[in-house]
């Protein structure tokens, strides 16, 4: 349907409508791991946005986006340079909650950096913001830090934010995130034998939700898991996993 639409745009008079069409597209080729074509998108968004002043909030999304590609790719000191100009145009713009939001994108970039304690620095700064934590975006950031403290072995304060976002879930509008951080809580706060039957069945819910994004993320997650664990039969059965839901990402986007 965007490639539909797109061969409309050059009807449209207004460069920012058109900016806004190619935020969108940047947008969903990152969902789908087409990292070059969602930065291309995003740049030529970002273009435009630099020269009117009115949006700088849109502004910064487009460096966050920037830094969001940049980090599945590996490029971690450049997406970090891209957040902190998203951090400057926010901090100018006095935007506290897109401030705590940006420094929870900027804990999942440490998360893939392999740095944990900065990734958790970064989560309990997001935390910290008593309207951000009252949001939804606090289901995020828990999911997030209480993985992260997992790896470091800090296993008990992991358990009381889980327990903490479990109090909060109030009906099936949260039913990714249960899954996700029930992926987080079998692997390393369990040692049921059932344990992967329990974690293969919450990614086969994630896929029928379509959530192929998450299936590709968490299974890369526990394949790091169990290799420590010198269980190199399961790692690989989880490796295959998210490959599995990348190839299903791209069929999607050649549709």
Request: charged share 30%; glycine share 2%.
């Amino acid at each position: 349907m965007y490639q539909s639409a797109e061969k409309l745009l050059d009807k449209i008079p207004s460069e920012i409508e058109r900016a806004d069409f190619d935020f969108k597209v940047a947008w969903l080729y990152y969902r789908l791991s087409h990292i070059m074509l969602s930065l291309s998108y995003i740049r030529r968004a970002l273009h435009v946005y630099k020269r009117h002043k009115q949006y700088e909030r849109r502004t910064a999304l487009s460096y966050s986006l920037i830094a969001a590609n940049l980090t599945e790719i590996g490029r971690y000191e450049e997406a970090l340079e891209n957040y902190r100009l998203a951090e400057e145009v926010l901090t100018s713009e006095q935007d506290d909650f897109m401030l705590a939001q940006l420094h929870h994108n900027v804990a999942i970039l440490y998360s893939f950096w392999n740095k944990p304690k900065e990734s958790i620095r970064h989560l309990e700064k997001a935390l910290s913001h008593q309207e951000y934590y009252d949001s939804d975006f606090f289901f995020h950031s828990t999911y997030l830090i209480s993985r992260e403290l997992c790896v470091i072995g800090e296993k008990q304060r992991a358990s009381q934010y889980i327990e903490a976002a479990y109090a909060r879930i109030k009906d099936a509008s949260h039913e990714v995130f249960q899954l996700k951080i029930g992926i987080v809580h079998d692997l390393y706060l369990t040692h049921a034998p059932q344990r992967f039957q329990q974690i293969d069945e919450k990614l086969r819910k994630l896929e029928e939700k379509n959530e192929y994004h998450e299936v590709k993320e968490l299974s890369q997650f526990a394949a790091k898991y169990c290799e420590k664990q010198a269980l190199f039969e399961q790692s690989v059965f989880y490796l295959n996993k998210s490959l599995e839901a990348d190839l299903h990402m791209k069929r999607m986007g050649l549709i």
